[in-house]
Nanobody, 122 residues
Framework: QVQLIESGGGLVQAGGSLRVSCVAS???????????MGWFRQAPGKEREFVAE????????YNADSVKGRFTISRDNAKNTVYLQMNSLKPEDTAVYYC????????????WGQGTQVTVSS
């Protein structure tokens, strides 16, 4: 089982930037080769939404409608850490941001962090 700890959330003004991080632990380093790390978010009163994901080799995929061009996902395999750099933030980006993992052979994210709050003021 993989444990995920997010950090870096906070309050930022519209147009600003923020980077959230997620550290994974509980597996040997070499076993993360088959782990895809991703970010989701959930705004009040809305369903949880996929934001982005990244493979061990750095291939990434984004929710194009919401964040592409403004958010960048990256991964430091030596630190078992995934980052989400968020630029040009909008009030509608306000949400709890969750880190999650899935195996490369599955489309289901089975391990989740506790979430970190990101609030964008207008």
């Amino acid at each position: 089982q993989v444990q995920l700890i997010e950090s870096g959330g906070g309050l930022v003004q519209a147009g600003g930037s923020l980077r959230v991080s997620c550290v994974a632990s509980g597996r040997t380093f070499s076993s993360y080769v088959n782990i895809v790390m991703g970010w989701f978010r959930q705004a009040p009163g809305k369903e949880r939404e996929f934001v982005a994901e990244i493979t061990y080799s750095g291939d990434s995929r984004y929710n194009a409608d919401s964040v592409k061009g403004r958010f960048t996902i990256s991964r430091d395999n030596a630190k078992n850490t995934v980052y989400l750099q968020m630029n040009s933030l909008k009030p509608e980006d306000t949400a709890v941001y969750y880190c999650a993992t899935r195996s490369t052979w599955s489309s289901t994210f089975g391990n989740w962090g506790q979430g970190t709050q990101v609030t964008v003021s207008s």
